[in-house]
């Protein structure tokens, strides 16, 4: 090993200069923090959206409706003017105790250390591999976020005749890249027997003339070099073959969450995030976590308010103001719950935490959600719930005077499916 | 094709038996090309496999193949600095989960003596337990063989077919031999490239090696029946878990399932040993992949919910027999080194060394000169605890974040004397594409370095939207 080349020392490090990092340094050098520093691995900021060649982003940040590479772009130069020190290809590649971060960049190694760190890493689609899908492995399966950065950004084409699998809202935005960029998709199949995001995804592909199959799922994909087709298995049981010359996976997000994976930090199984506290803190408080890190997946829009607000409270810790990190009371995932955020509350009484807990469940039910402490039941909605949707528990509903070290567990006992 | 350029030596095949024979007979001195029907080196076999570099503790007593594995072995270890071929030294434990397995052992053991492994040694439960404390508690005790160790099974060949290159031999892509004829003297092969001429020809053409005996000698002195075997590769936390390579007790039906760090800092579980007709299609099954997955967890429990990175499966060219087919053909200037079904990343160079024996045993129009002063080439290497590219300045910038991989690696990979054909040979030579997310985020920039460099490449067109 080299010795170290370069040395960053600042009182904010975030990592990562998507939505929710930049939010969060929007916030912080507006409450006065001298040295705010975004890390970003890519030779721009911007995130995700930088190669979301589509609208709609921006609305709320920006009170008007932008294509991603636009919105990118606002949130550069915002980050910019406010005097974030911006350092892009320089990519992180471990997490150390006490708010040290080791990093690479093209002269070499860097060393950063920072009163607080911020991880924003968002999100991505999960492989074909994690995926566990049968058959050959040819070239031309990629998914929705591949598609569009080489599209958007290095102007080629991946595949002419994609079958796209998946109906989540980012489905759309497939079908839409692909329809800008000439590419024209076999068909969409859906395990489901209904899209996942309901609208407008029930009627988008139909006009576009791609056909659509639900109840359908990939037997095997087959082809030497390139894909050549992919069996699917319909609802009847009966099996049939789709001749394309690509596999465009979507959606199936997973918390980018390579750096806490090995590190010292706690990383919570449901969510596939860093464990936070409804102050956004890890399991080491020296690190904050916001954005799509946390949990599979929001829109650009809320994880830039979710940076926003955790930005506020790296600040109010800072100026020493924010609850010690201690943990009262844990929150546990009972049946049908995927995943909760935050996973442990500290002591109440802060304004200006998170204000709820996000809840999404496993499968589709219809009965009640319930958050209990024991037997006591401090929160209980009924209704419908499903899978796609976010569930909000307002915190303010489980902050009760309540023992240290107490439990809560969320659970959606309901009945039935479909 | 160089028309009319007479070689001493043709090896058909890419394979890493055929890299080791085109390595050994360039620094014997020979005229050589290698003929590859792929677009680039392990187009078949070679491509996937466990990556151990075995001691040959458990091979068949007194066999071809476990002298060439042992030669192989030794042959490594001497060769790999030159080449910066890299080493991970974890040994191995041939656990015992029952007691039908623990018997087992003494049979294992006294075969591994019988091998010449004398350093194996049995290890009580609680031994197993203090080497690996991930274990599943229930074992019943363990061989450890020490001498196991993982490599990187692609820079291997690589390395032995651009030492070959470097110094002299050729190498021709895309180059099916289809047919041929010998006069007596010398061998006119038809190639997909064009007819070459050459006075021995070498069949390492591993799944397909029957085939090109009957379409050159008329017919086949072995069958290829070809052994499909899937893996899973867990993510690099999983490496926290385990240090030693796991073997299971072999019963009469299977070699059974292995648990091992790679190299690269992964953990494998695999392979499997399912009989296939087809010698081309190498899929993977969900179903299986989930016994796989469930097999690793039982070994070691912390595995539960470990992310999946990569599942691959290959196929072994094993015959008829379970034994190494080499034969030679001093009549007519022919040798096949055929059905080297899962031992032979192992025993490559041991096998080369053996082709270069038989042939010295044929009658020789001139003697070969070895050269004097070969070139060694150094790898690039890829193995996660020894120094890479990223680590050292001026790399360009890293394109693939999950592996680390640079630009100039990159750039270097489609270069060089050996460039990548496919996808599959960039991946191998830089990992771009092969860590956690699979080409989420560097796979289109690949595709733009890489553009017009490989056959099937990733992007189909340029867009013009
Ligand atoms: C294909 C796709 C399409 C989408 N379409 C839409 C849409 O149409 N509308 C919408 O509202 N949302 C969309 N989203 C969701 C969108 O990604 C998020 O809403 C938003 O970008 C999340 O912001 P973030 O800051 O959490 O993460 P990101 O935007 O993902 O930003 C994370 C940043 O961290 C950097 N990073 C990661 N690891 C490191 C490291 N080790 N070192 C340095 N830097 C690192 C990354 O390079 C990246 O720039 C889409 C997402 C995807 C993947
Ligand atoms: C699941 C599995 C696990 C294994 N694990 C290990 C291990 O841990 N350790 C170990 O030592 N070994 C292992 N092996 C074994 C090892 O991988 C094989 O023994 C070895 O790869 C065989 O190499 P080969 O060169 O003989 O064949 P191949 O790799 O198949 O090479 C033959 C080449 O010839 C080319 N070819 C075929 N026909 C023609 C033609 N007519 N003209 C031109 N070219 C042609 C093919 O394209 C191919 O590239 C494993 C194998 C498998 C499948």
Redo the contacts between chains.
Sequence with gaps: MLAMTETIATDVAIVGGGPAGIAAALVLRGRGVGRVTILEREADVGGVPRHCGHPPFGMREFGRVLTGPAYAQRLAEAARQAGVEIRTGLSVTALRPGARLDAMCAAGPVEIVAGRVILATGARESSRAARLISGDRPVGVITTGTLQHEVHIEKMLPFRRPVIVGTELVSLSAVATCRKAGIRPVAVIEAADRPTARRPLDLFPRLLGIPMHYRATIAEIRGRGRVEAIAIRLADGSMRELACDGVLLTGRFTPEAALVRPSHLVLDDGSGGPAIDQFGRCSDPSYFAAGNLLRPIETAGWSYREGARIGAMVADDLAGTLPPYVTTTTIVRGANVKLVVPQRLSASGHTGSLDSLQIRVDAATTGPLVARDGSQVLWCRHGRLLPERRILIPLSALQGPRAAGGTIIIEAAGSGSG | MPDGDLFDVAVVGGGVVGCAVARRFTLDGARTVLLERGADILSGASKANSALLHTGFDAPPASLEVACMQAGYREYLEIRERLNLPLLETGAMVVAWNEADRERLNAIEAQARQNGVDDVRRLTPAEVLAREPHLAPDTRGALLVPGEHVIDPWSAPLAYLTQAVENGARAVFGAEVTGGSFDGSEWALQTSKGPVRTGLVVNCAGLFGDILEQRLLGSAGFTIKPRKGQFV?F???AA?FLRTIILPVPNERTKGVVLTRTIFGNVLVGPTAEEQDDR???????AV??TLIAKAVAMVPALA?M??????AGLRPASERKEYRVSADAERRWISVGGIRSTGLTAALGLAAHVARLHADMKQKKDLQPLKNPVWPRMTNLAEHL?RD?????????VC??E?VTRREIEAALNGPLPAG??GGLKRRTRAGMG??????C???V??LS?GRL???????????
């Design positions: 590769v993510d690099k936390a926290a081309d299609h190498a899929g993977v099954d969900e992949l989930r919910g992310p999946v990175t990569a599942v691959y120094e990223w680590q050292k300045p001026d790399h360009g910038d890293i974040h999950c680390l496919d996808v956690r997310c699979q080409g989420f985020y796979q289109a920039r595709a733009a553009e056959a099937d490449p990733l992007a189909v067109d340029a867009c013009h939207d």
